[in-house]
């Protein structure tokens, strides 16, 4: 299995500011998503991301609040832009294995006020 | 499309077993998955059924019937650290996992 660093692990931002998070894999993978999950509540897709290209949104998330860079096979990045307390969530960073199984990072909670 | 139902919570003692059912409907279905998530922590892959039939792994095991859209995860001699939740996700080749709502599993002494 893939190992999968986040940063920052936490963050509390103040309402209007943007945060990017970080996404390291210690190898190569194709595939690589972006994951949120409010307390209380199961996984959601935001977006798969794309080496070299425009990633791909899931409804309701749009590029615009959430842009997404992925410049190599072991890195991605997720900026929450704008962000108002319904942001306040953990983001979660994925990456596909041999079998379709997928790995996740251990995530970054943030918190607007 | 993809629909996955699971139980919203349960309930077990420790040193029982617990069997947590799913029901998926989806096109081109590549593959059943379990995983858990305890509170705070980032959800770890338990198992990956693709064939009909059981798959055991220790105390944990899961089972795929994959014309009855149907699968269940099967915790033996429950210990008061299996408390999480538990997701159901399928997947439909190259392309991420969509998750059950997960069921949140507490054990008590």
């Known amino acids: 299995s893939a190992v999968i660093s986040q940063k920052p692990s936490r963050d509390i931002c103040q309402r209007g500011t943007s945060l990017t998070i970080q996404c390291q894999v210690d190898?190569?993978?194709?595939?690589m998503f972006w994951y949120r999950q409010q307390p209380g509540q199961s996984l959601t897709l935001i977006a798969t991301a794309n080496q070299g290209s425009e990633a791909t949104y899931e409804s309701g998330f749009v590029i615009d609040k959430f842009p997404i860079s992925r410049p190599n096979l072991t890195f991605s990045t997720l900026t929450v832009s704008n962000m108002s307390p319904e942001d306040s969530s953990i983001y979660l960073c994925?990456?596909?294995?041999?079998?379709?199984?997928?790995?996740f990072g251990p995530g970054t909670r943030l918190t607007v006020t | 499309g993809q629909n996955i139902d699971q139980p919203t919570e349960m309930t077990a003692t420790e040193g029982a077993i617990v069997q947590i059912n799913c029901t998926y409907q989806t096109s081109g279905f590549n593959g059943l998955f379990w995983y858990q998530q305890h509170a705070g922590e980032a959800p770890t892959f338990l198992s990956y059924?693709?064939?009909?039939g059981l798959e055991e792994k220790g105390r944990f095991s899961s089972f795929l019937s994959r014309s009855k859209g149907y699968s269940y995860l099967l915790l033996k001699e429950l210990q008061m650290k299996d408390s999480a939740s538990y997701l159901c996700?399928?997947?439909?080749?190259?392309?991420?996992?969509?998750f059950g709502k997960g069921t949140r599993l507490s054990v008590i002494a």
């Open positions: 996700a399928d997947n439909s080749g190259n392309t991420p996992l969509v």
């Open positions: 994925s990456v596909q294995g041999a079998q379709y199984e997928q790995y």
């Open positions: 059924n693709v064939l009909d």
């Open positions: 190898s190569q993978v194709t595939m």
